[in-house]
Structure formats: structure tokens, C-alpha cells
């Protein structure tokens, strides 16, 4: 017995073999608009600009990256059994107390 | 008649990186016909070939420097991959799927819906255009991506590593979207036959 999964590849089948709607010419000065507008467009957009832009995306990526290399090394820190030996800080307020 | 003389993508594209119009209006009218089949498989309702095709030509200029010959996939699957993006992101703009009920369907078309869902194989309906109507009816219902996914690999007979290299989807990703695509498929085509039966 044939499944849905069975009848819809055949109405597919069916279907592609009707003969499609035949690809009309582009409209009359179509190229043409394409090409002055992306030339306009390309003017609009001076080439220090598009190498900033450039420039700021690799800095985000690089900040990012250094956000989640001290985001893993915060975890690795907290994660780490405290440690016996009393930290500079520590001494440092006991000695502030001391006074 | 006169032999047509194959159409030379390389010079056409280093032409154009040279700032050549007439190289540029050429470039257009050669992919015209490779954008246009892309837009009428997943064309939005309310949305023009032409303004479409438009922004796909504005966008494959501005991106052209991201175009790399030496990575070894041919200009007009890179146009592609731009066509079937820019189609999507149009469809996921849409801000209301159509609903089509049991009534909207023409009677060859109600035939079909009938034989996908009976449980019993009867025998099957031959008419092409009913079967292509139904069928956009059915994907229209789906979500943008569900659609494109199954009018990529069952109506287009892609495989799944075209798909993935045309949306820039994994191939497992592929997979899974196209297997529940189908499950919501037939829920749409079982509930839109229920109700032609109410």
C-alpha cells in the first residue's frame, strides 16, 4: 500500500511533467537599470568606508574571541578548588585590620 | 544559420570588474533566465518577478568581490545561492501564510488531495496542472523554510548537498528539515481534506 510520502513524489512527478511557462525576455532597458544602479550605489559608498566597514568587522570577531577566551579562563578559575595559600589581597586587608 | 558562440562567463566577469557597462548588461541578460526560474519555484505571493530579479542583480554587484573563481564553483551557482537567499528572506517578510480550504481547490485538484490522503490506493489522477496547483497550494501553508526545503529536493530534484550548498545549511540540517517538513505536509493535506468532508 502506498503512503503519503509515495503520493506526493508521484503528483511531483506528475506535475514536472507538465511543460513550464516558458522564460519571457528581460523587460525592455532591465540590464541597463541594473548597471546604473549599482554603479550609483557603489558611488554612494566611498572606498575608505567599505575598507572600514572591512576593518570594523574583523575587530568585532577579534573582540568576540577575546570575550570567550577570558569568559573560559573566569570559569576555569571558579571551577578550580580554592586554593590554602592566602591571596596578596588577603594579607594586604589583614594588615589594613592590624593597624 | 549562423553557430551561437558560447557565452565566455570568465572574460564577461573580468570585464565587469573592470567597470565595463556593456559587459555588465550582458552579464545580466545571460543570467536572466537562471534568476527567473529560481524566483517563479519560490516566488512570494505579493512580490514581482521583476522587483525581485532586481534585487538579486543590485545585490550580486555589490557582492561581486565575494566571489571566489579559485574556490571552484562556477559564477551562476554563486548567483544562485544569492537568488534562492534573497527569495527566502522575501518569504520570511511575509507576514501572513495563506490559508486555502477544501472549497478553494478546483475538482481535478480535490481528486489529487483525496488520493494523497485516502488509505486505500486507488487509482491515480493523471492531470499535471492539478497536481502542480495542489501542490503549491500545500507548500504555501508551510513555514518559508520548510517550503523551500521541500521545493528544493522533491519539486526541483535537488540533492541534499546542492540544498545545503545553496542555503549554506548543513546536510544533516537539510535532513531534518525536509523530514518534518514533509510530517507537516501531509497534517496540512489530511486537515484541508478532513474539512472537505465535514
Not at chain 1, 48 to 71: D, K, N, Q, S
Not at chain 2, 61 to 77: I, L
Not at chain 2, 95 to 116: I, Q, S, T, V
Amino acid at each position: 500500500m502506498k503512503d503519503f510520502e509515495d503520493k506526493w513524489h508521484e503528483a511531483t512527478e506528475v506535475a514536472r511533467q507538465v511543460e513550464p511557462a516558458p522564460i519571457p525576455e528581460p523587460p525592455h532597458g532591465f540590464a541597463g537599470r541594473i548597471v546604473a544602479r549599482a554603479k550609483e550605489f557603489e558611488q554612494s559608498m566611498p572606498g575608505w568606508f567599505i575598507a572600514f566597514e572591512r576593518f570594523l568587522f574583523r575587530f568585532a570577531g577579534g573582540v568576540a574571541l577575546a570575550v570567550v577566551i577570558a569568559g573560559g579562563l573566569q570559569l576555569s578559575d571558579y571551577l578550580a578548588p580554592p586554593s590554602l595559600v592566602p591571596t596578596v589581597e588577603h594579607t594586604v586587608v589583614e594588615r589594613f585590620l592590624l593597624l | 544559420m549562423a553557430d551561437e558562440v558560447p557565452f565566455d562567463m570568465a572574460a564577461c566577469l573580468a570585464r565587469v570588474r573592470q567597470g565595463d557597462d556593456g559587459a555588465s548588461r550582458d552579464l545580466v541578460e545571460e543570467l536572466w533566465p537562471l534568476v527567473i526560474k529560481i524566483i517563479r519555484s519560490h516566488l512570494p505571493r505579493r512580490m514581482g518577478e521583476e522587483d525581485l530579479a532586481q534585487e538579486i542583480f543590485l545585490k550580486v554587484f555589490s557582492r561581486m568581490d565575494q566571489y571566489r573563481e579559485r574556490e571552484g564553483k562556477p559564477f551562476p551557482h554563486w548567483v544562485s545561492r544569492v537568488a534562492v537567499t534573497t527569495c527566502l528572506d522575501a518569504l520570511r517578510a511575509e507576514k501572513r501564510r495563506p490559508e486555502w480550504r477544501f472549497a478553494d481547490l478546483g475538482g481535478e485538484e480535490a481528486h489529487w488531495l483525496e488520493y494523497m490522503t485516502a488509505a486505500q490506493s486507488d487509482e491515480s489522477p493523471t492531470d499535471g496542472l492539478a497536481a502542480r496547483e495542489l501542490m503549491t497550494k500545500l507548500l504555501q501553508t508551510l513555514s518559508p523554510d520548510d517550503r523551500l526545503v521541500i521545493n528544493l529536493l522533491d519539486v526541483e530534484q535537488r540533492s541534499v548537498q546542492e540544498i545545503a550548498d545553496l542555503t549554506g545549511w548543513g546536510a544533516s540540517k537539510v535532513k531534518v528539515k525536509a523530514f518534518r517538513a514533509r510530517k507537516k505536509l501531509r497534517n496540512a493535506a489530511e486537515q484541508m481534506n478532513a474539512e472537505g468532508k465535514l
